[in-house]
């Protein structure tokens, strides 16, 4: 007897069981795709697997369906693992231990993985069930999707006749997700020109940061550390006589970095005075900010430390320049807001890591636009003034956006079955972040397609749990959109 044998829909709950029994983190997924591969030829299915480990199951119309539109059903297999300090699930061999608590299921000390092994396991209930009338359904499960969607990437999409498609890689029931954004990153390296120098040295630091996704919270209005720390020192370096040994903040170039620290070396004959000077331009520049940061970023805080005298390599006054120039006036933030969608992001980029390295500094910058054309434009702007400051960039994991259609008549579809089963209308939203939907958009022609999802809380989290009412909602409602 399974922990969730007795929930409904039971089928549902099965195939969710048997997955989460598997190890199934990103690249960790031949298991779970030959478990899917197993259910097709179990089932009389037509199946594909790739190198990548995806799989496609193929279930041709039931009678009196033939000549209807074929439904892509998609979701990916792989899973974000994290666990509890004090936990000893290995996530390479071991299967998940599943709780369930009133209204919700989770794992004991991990992700549960509800994100997406739910999509995997309504979409084999579908397959498995003779009884429901369907068109021909074309069942797409994808790897790496958590680790930069290289599955969706890989996918060889001529085996699909359909152009629509049902992706449930959404988290929020009521929620029908019509576009995301595509992105990618940039990195810059500014060769470093130094000379040793004996000085006093010295520490500023900003942290206490609360950071965030540098897609989903970039609206929010929270301070960025390296951006923070590089205009407290642009202040200090033009009031006093400090010079720049390294400065280092962030650790990912997807979230929002919540602290940054600088080296720097001050004058060996450093007068009390020149000290109180100094201490005093930072204390400045930081009530600046903290009154700007107050209501998002409750803890930030500037400190300025001195240490003892030593022999340093300083940025020479050149390189200096150059990257306060990048540091303190590329944008960085919010750049438009779309006129589609009510509160939307359009385009946006993050400053995300600061990395100084003994002959160049290293900046990372995540970008993403829902509108292709203006996330070249900006990638375009910042490759100007990187050239004009005399460094070099690089751009990297380029995934495109899934665009808002005006016309779709399969989202019209979608809201009315919603409201004819629920008697509410659902909220049609975009997001400020990567789906596969971006890449499949790029892949199929005229792609019409919605994200949906039963409701789950804090995925990526250990506190990850799936609404156990709502699974069942949203089965329904799946049903109902395959009738059609
Ligand atoms: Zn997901």
Redesign the pocket.
């Known amino acids: 007897m399974g922990v969730l044998s007795d929930l409904e829909p039971k089928s549902v709950w099965k195939y969710f069981e048997d997955i989460c029994g598997m190890p199934h983190g990103s690249g960790n997924e031949k298991a779970v795709s030959d478990y899917c591969v197993a259910f097709a030829k179990e089932h009389g299915l037509e199946v594909y697997q790739d190198e990548a480990w995806n799989v496609v199951i193929v279930k041709e119309a039931c009678a009196g369906y033939e000549d209807r539109e074929p439904l892509i059903l998609q979701g ?1 297999l792989d899973m974000v693992c994290e666990k509890k300090p004090n936990c000893s699930i290995d996530f390479e061999k071991d299967g998940l231990k599943l709780q369930v608590t009133g209204d919700y299921v989770c794992a004991e000390g991990t992700t549960l993985g509800g ?2 092994g739910i999509a995997v396991a309504y979409t084999l209930a579908v397959l498995a069930d003779d009884s429901i009338a369907h068109p021909r359904l074309e069942a797409v499960f994808t790897t790496r ?2 680790v930069g969607m290289d599955g969706a990437s890989a996918l060889d999409v001529s085996i699909l006749k359909g152009h629509t498609v049902l992706n449930m ?1 959404s988290e929020e029931e009521g929620v029908l997700l019509a576009g995301c954004a595509g992105g990618c990153s940039v990195e810059i390296s500014l060769p470093l020109g130094r000379r040793k120098k004996n000085g006093i040295h010295a520490v500023l630091t900003a942290d206490g940061l609360l950071g965030g996704h540098s897609g989903a919270e970039i609206d929010k209005g929270r301070g960025n550390a390296d951006r923070l720390l590089a205009s407290v020192l642009s202040d200090l370096c033009r009031e006093t006589d400090c010079e720049l040994i390294s400065i280092d903040g962030g650790q990912k170039d997807n979230a929002i970095p919540r602290e940054c620290r600088a080296e720097l070396l001050f004058p060996e004959d450093l007068s009390k005075e020149a000290r109180q000077k100094a201490e005093e331009v930072c204390r400045a520049s930081y009530e600046v900010m903290k009154k700007k940061y107050d209501a998002t970023d409750a803890g930030f805080s500037v400190r300025l430390q001195f240490g003892n005298p030593k022999e340093a390599e300083v940025f020479s006054q050149d390189s200096f320049e150059h990257a306060m120039a990048l540091l303190t006036s590329l944008p960085n933030g919010i750049i438009c807001m779309s006129e589609d969608i009510d509160g939307l992001v359009q385009t946006s980029l993050n400053l995300g890591i600061v990395r100084t390295e003994n002959t160049s500094l290293i900046l990372r910058y995540s970008v993403r636009s829902s509108v292709s054309s203006e996330k070249e434009a900006l990638v375009e702007q910042i490759r100007q003034s990187v050239y004009q400051e005399g460094g070099s960039m690089s751009v990297n994991g380029d995934y495109p956006a899934w665009e808002y259609r005006k016309d779709s008549p399969f989202r019209d579809d979608c809201v009315r079955i919603y409201q004819e089963l629920f008697g509410t209308e659902p909220k049609v939203e975009a997001i400020h972040a990567g789906l596969e939907c971006g890449i499949l958009a790029s892949k199929i022609a005229d792609l019409d397609c919605i994200s949906m999802g039963p409701q789950m809380h804090d ?1 990526h989290t250990t506190e990850e749990r799936l609404c156990i009412s709502s699974v069942e909602r949203m089965w329904r409602y799946i049903l109902e959109i395959i009738k059609r």
């Open positions: 990916h994100d997406d999707e958590e890689d995925i």
